[in-house]
């Protein structure tokens, strides 16, 4: 791609030179279209500004590029600019801008897009526009809707149905189910895609016996052999239903293994409590050359949160700051306050608040807060003064204040009345 693009930045200097683009829009379109592809979408807006003459394909092209890197709210800022300029969307520019829709959860937006398609009489004898409205309200959780987008679809393939089982493989597994069945009984082979939100499902559901077919029915079909995608998610299948010795049989087998396939054979040996066996896979990953990413660190560390491995947990979150140079996310800091928090180590772990971006988050001292059942008073006071201040309009503060408080009198005899009065006076005046 980088010779590709330096080919084109060479064109585009002789465009510049030669001044074609404040004559000919056609290459303008051409550049937009070409920076947007490979991601530089600021060059592809400094373009589509110096055009002396803009088109609607010049439009679709940048709305293309932004949705393809997922900058979907610009997408919609230029969709509605193109509009308020007095140019008429077109099928290219509505199925750019429905997958922004999706992506976002702008169901509004999507089914105003929607509404339009059908008076237009766009979706008359157009399945892919179609499908591009299912898509958008299966990613938007209105699965009625993308029922009924699919029924009224001119003509069926497997994209179509693809559309319509993934959006119920997140939200509504029984119905992907069903869909599986009903496609095929129609005369469509499923594809990689249709697998991986049918094994999805089963692993939601719990549905073994499906979950074996449907395998079994995918190295039928010669489909296993290159596809990582499918891979992964046969091995958090398997892992899901408890049966880790049949996610490690397809783990060995695969050539090549990524972050993500090791996360989920990881995830399910700490899931079932095998932690030994979890922490031997992420050192033998780290072994095979596969670095590890923030969600490998926050299995990690929440298996030492759970199981009380204080040792453990501090030994991994150092890994992933200085090793790995990775910005601890709020649930890595929550696991790691929760582990030195259950060993007892309140100054510890307040000080690892304060060393973070989370200070402000009142979810985290709301654990802090429960910790401190055992301790002083004093200590009490001082991380129910935080709590209370990052929190201060959610009665749950006031709630987990009182708890904690109880608990404090109950286990050292303090009327609970009198050391509640001191806690919570200065919130109260």
Not at 22 to 38: F, K, Q, S
Not at 332 to 339: G, K
Not at 342 to 360: C, D, K, P
Request: one cysteine or more.
């Amino acid at each position: 791609m980088t010779s590709s693009l330096d080919k084109g930045r060479e064109v585009h200097t002789h465009i510049m030179k030669d001044n074609t683009l404040a004559t000919d829009p056609v290459i303008g379109t051409a550049l937009i279209d070409m920076y947007a592809r490979c991601g530089f979408l600021e060059m592809a807006q400094q373009v589509f500004n110096k055009l002396p003459e803009c088109r609607l394909a010049s439009w679709n092209a940048l709305i293309a590029g932004y949705v393809q890197h997922a900058q979907n709210e610009d997408a919609l800022s230029c969709f509605e600019q193109m509009q308020l300029e007095g140019f008429i969307p077109d099928r290219i520019t509505y199925l750019s801008v429905l997958k922004a829709c999706g992506s976002l959860g702008a169901v509004h937006e999507g089914h105003a897009i929607h509404v339009q398609c059908v008076k237009d009489g766009l979706l008359d004898d157009d399945t892919l526009l179609g499908t591009a409205v299912i898509d958008m309200y299966g990613r938007c959780r209105m699965l009625e809707d993308a029922q009924d987008a699919f029924e009224e679809l001119p003509a069926y393939d497997v994209v179509a149905w693809n559309a319509l089982i993934t959006g119920y493989s997140q939200h509504a597994e029984e119905e992907a189910l069903r869909c599986f069945e009903q496609m095929q009984l129609m005369g469509f082979p499923p594809d990689l895609v249709t697998f991986i939100s049918f094994f999805r499902a089963c692993s939601t559901l719990g549905t073994i016996d499906k979950g074996l077919e449907g395998h079994r029915q995918v190295v039928t079909m010669g489909l296993l052999e290159d596809d990582m995608a499918v891979n992964n998610i046969l091995v958090d299948m398997y892992a899901n239903f408890g049966m880790l010795t049949d996610a490690h049989r397809v783990f060995e087998m695969l050539p090549a293994r990524d972050v993500v396939l090791w996360n989920a054979l990881i995830s399910g040996y700490a899931q079932a409590g095998n932690d030994d066996i979890a922490f031997s896979l992420f050192d033998q990953m780290k072994g095979e050359g596969t670095e590890p990413d923030s969600f490998t660190f926050t299995i990690l560390l929440n298996t030492c949160s759970h199981q009380g491995l204080l040792h453990e947990g501090q030994m991994y979150y150092e890994i992933m700051c200085s090793s790995y140079f990775m910005i601890p996310t709020l649930e890595h800091v929550a696991c790691i306050v929760d582990i030195f928090c259950r060993a007892g180590h309140i100054e510890q772990a307040v000080a690892i608040i304060h060393r973070t971006e989370y200070f402000e988050d009142a979810t985290i001292w709301h654990t802090v807060l429960a910790a401190c059942r055992w301790q002083n008073s004093e200590l009490v006071r001082w991380v129910s003064e935080q709590t209370v201040q990052m929190d201060e309009k959610n009665p749950g503060s006031y709630v987990a204040m009182s708890n904690v408080i109880a608990s404090i009198g109950k286990g050292k005899g303090v009327k609970f009345q009198d050391l509640e009065s001191e806690i919570f006076s200065d919130y109260f005046w």
